[in-house]
């Protein structure tokens, strides 16, 4: 890849590694991931509809002379323009994700990279069906800024996803962001923190109480090495649960392999609607 774009994403990952250095705050956590999928994804989606709009009346001409079709020229810019733009956001990914504080696993890790890149794909599949269908760049990057800061706003970080009125929340289902934000939350915190909380209680699902604000996330637990709540515990002290702050968030009913197939259908449904618009 392009050595500015990999010096200026190495750049950015240790300046962002560094705001969030070790986070031990629920809140600051929840940012982690949203920052990480909205500035790798709009990065994409920017950088697709920057370039797919010059080349088309050389592909119009070059596919009228004969030289090859619409459909083998849009599959072969698709595996390029894929393999090639996933190499940033994994180099981002290793950096921010260790420095950040967020769950030091192999499989919270990898989990991750994989919602990360999938949603990268995503976010190139619109933008490459904007690019195919409103061919003026300036008027591309016009649009495109629109329908992000829209996914940008119904993603579940700045308001609840079950918060949003009713006639506005059905636009979360075409948005990259609330699936890939989704997963990812459920990733960090569907588990809880067994790397950081006692052994005994690891595998119930838990966070520390302090990591939040006293009833931010409701009332903090004692629990016992079975697993049995045996009584509130006095902030800051004692446990919450993982699935209550996926709950506040309005995540609680989504699971990480179903947010997965939702970003895998936008992403064929927008290239394929991207491949029409070329005729």
């Keep these: 890849f392009a050595f500015v774009g990999g010096f200026s994403t190495l750049i ?4 962002a590694g560094g705001v969030w250095w070790q986070s031990r705050s629920i809140l600051s956590l929840a940012g982690a ?3 990480l999928l909205l500035n790798q994804s709009f990065m994409s989606v920017i950088a697709t509809t920057r370039v797919f709009p010059p080349q088309r009346n050389l592909m119009l001409r070059e596919t009228s002379l004969g030289y090859y079709g619409v459909i083998p020229y849009f599959l072969a810019q698709n595996v390029y323009d894929s393999a090639m733009s996933l190499l940033i956001p994994t180099l981002f990914a290793i950096i921010f994700y260790l420095m950040a504080g967020l769950e030091l696993s192999a499989l919270a890790f990898f989990t991750m990279w994989g919602v990360l890149l999938l949603t990268v794909v995503t976010a190139q599949s619109l933008g490459l069906f904007i690019a195919c269908s409103i061919m003026d760049v300036a ?16 993603g579940g970080f700045y308001v609840s996803a079950e918060g949003v009125l009713a006639w506005l929340s059905w636009i979360k289902y075409l948005s990259f962001i609330y699936w890939g934000y989704s ?13 950081i909380v006692d052994p005994s209680v ?19 637990f004692n629990i016992s090495s079975n697993g049995t709540i045996t009584a ?19 995540f609680g009913d989504n699971t990480i392999s179903f947010c997965c197939a939702a970003l895998a259908i936008l992403a064929v449904g927008w290239r394929i609607l991207a491949c029409l618009a070329l005729w």
Aim: glycine share 10%; hydrophobic share 50%; with cysteine.
């Design 139 to 154: 008027t591309t990057s016009a649009v495109t800024a629109v329908v992000i800061l829209f996914f940008m706003l119904l």
């Design 202 to 220: 690891s595998e119930f699902g838990v966070l520390p109480c302090e990591w939040a604000n006293d009833m931010e996330f409701g009332p903090c």
């Design 232 to 250: 509130n515990a006095t902030y800051p002290h004692g446990y919450i649960y993982g699935s209550t702050v996926l709950d506040i968030f309005g």
């Design 33 to 35: 991931p949203f920052f």
């Design 12 to 15: 950015l990952a240790v300046v």
């Design 183 to 195: 997963a990812l939350m459920i990733n960090e915190f569907g588990n809880g923190r067994p790397d």
